[in-house]
T-cell receptor
Framework: AQSVSQHNHHVILSEAASLELGCNYSYGGTVNLFWYVQYPGQHLQLLLKYFSGDPLVKGIKGFEAEFIKSKFSFNLRKPSVQWSDTAEYFCAAYAGNMLTFGGGTRLMVKP | KAGVTQTPRYLIKTRGQQVTLSCSPISGHRSVSWYQQTPGQGLQFLFEYFSETQRNKGNFPGRFSGRQFSNSRSEMNVSTLELGDSALYLC????????????FGSGTRLTVV
């Protein structure tokens, strides 16, 4: 069975700091990978997705992620966070007609 | 275009009762998935439907069931409710069969008392 793990449960950063959230998946076949964000009181929104091709994918709001097949990783990055990035971030993998989520990382950005 | 619509937004039920939640996908989307979100367990996959067929089911007891209609609208049902079923139930729809991107609804907050 596939699984997705996110290493950091809580991250606290100051504005303008750089962000990297770790995500590892376990699945032997082809997977589609996603990062979703859930702002306080709002529904899940897609940040970015990777299916194939360039392993560095760019998403909305300045986020990007790098797919490293050899490490089964899909880490999310942002060079300079803003207070408005405070949210919960979920990594997810789609395979076998099922989208599996990681446990989520709560990011708090201090102004 | 309209997003994924889930009704009702909030629901309070008593242990032992049953509940039906509804999800209307984005027009043209034929794939609908359901997830349970709780603080302790995070987001857990319930089931996925495509063109009225259940293609996959998560690790939930048989009290959790679902169906999809010909217009792609979906319902999920939970029978004999338990306190632990209190959660946010999320529905997501996608246009294709390869999970190229799901759009999520705002969810139904179910409280079992």
């Amino acid at each position: 069975a596939q699984s997705v793990s996110q290493h950091n449960h809580h991250v606290i950063l100051s504005e303008a700091a750089s962000l990297e959230l770790g995500c590892n998946y376990s699945y032997g076949g082809t997977v589609n990978l996603f990062w979703y964000v859930q702002y306080p009181g709002q529904h899940l929104q897609l940040l970015l997705k990777y299916f194939s091709g360039d392993p560095l994918v760019k998403g909305i709001k300045g986020f990007e992620a790098e797919f490293i097949k050899s490490k089964f990783s899909f880490n999310l990055r942002k060079p300079s966070v803003q207070w408005s990035d405070t949210a919960e971030y979920f990594c997810a993998a789609y395979a076998g007609n099922m989208l599996t989520f990681g446990g989520g990382t709560r990011l708090m950005v201090k102004p | 275009k309209a997003g994924v619509t889930q009704t009702p937004r909030y629901l309070i039920k008593t242990r032992g009762q049953q509940v039906t939640l509804s999800c209307s996908p984005i027009s043209g989307h034929r794939s609908v998935s359901w997830y349970q979100q709780t603080p302790g367990q995070g987001l857990q996959f319930l089931f996925e439907y495509f063109s009225e067929t259940q293609r996959n089911k998560g690790n939930f007891p048989g009290r959790f069931s679902g169906r999809q209609f010909s217009n792609s609208r979906s319902e999920m049902n939970v029978s004999t409710l338990e306190l632990g079923d209190s959660a946010l139930y999320l529905c997501a729809s996608s246009a294709d069969t390869e999970g190229y991107g799901y759009t999520f609804g705002s969810g139904t907050r179910l409280t079992v008392v």
